[in-house]
């Protein structure tokens, strides 16, 4: 069971920065897709960014340009740097990886970490 554990929430001021990191308790070969979701009060979850084992990044248009997203491989992390945080990123942050299972992928999630920005 792959668990995923998050840290480096917290509280900021608008135009600050923060950065959140996520651990893979388990060290297997195999996890592909890392990234970060989040979910603000009476919202869907949303996508924030997504990095490959390869590297390759996505970003939701909301967050390019102020948020980076970088992995370690080796030690199964996943980083977020958070510039020019805005109220509206205000949130609880879920980390995300997946891998695959037989014909199909399993999804693994952190239990969440709070993202607040005052301004």
């Known amino acids: 069971q792959v668990q995923l554990v998050e840290s480096g929430g917290g509280l900021v001021q608008a135009g600050g920065s923060l950065t959140l990191s996520c651990a893979a308790s388990a060290r297997i070969f195999g996890i592909n897709t890392m990234g970060w979701y989040r979910q603000a009060p009476g919202k869907q979850r949303e996508l924030v960014a997504t990095?490959?084992?390869?590297?390759?990044?996505n970003y939701a248009d909301s967050v390019k340009g102020r948020f980076t997203i970088s992995r370690d491989n080796a030690k199964n992390t996943v980083t977020l740097q958070m510039n020019s945080l805005k109220p509206e990123d205000i949130a609880v942050y879920y980390c995300?990886?997946?891998?695959?299972?037989?014909?199909?992928?399993?999804?693994?999630w952190g239990q969440g970490t709070q993202v607040t920005v005052s301004s």
């Open positions: 995300y990886a997946n891998r695959a299972l037989g014909q199909g992928r399993q999804d693994y």
């Open positions: 990095i490959t084992r390869a590297g390759s990044t």
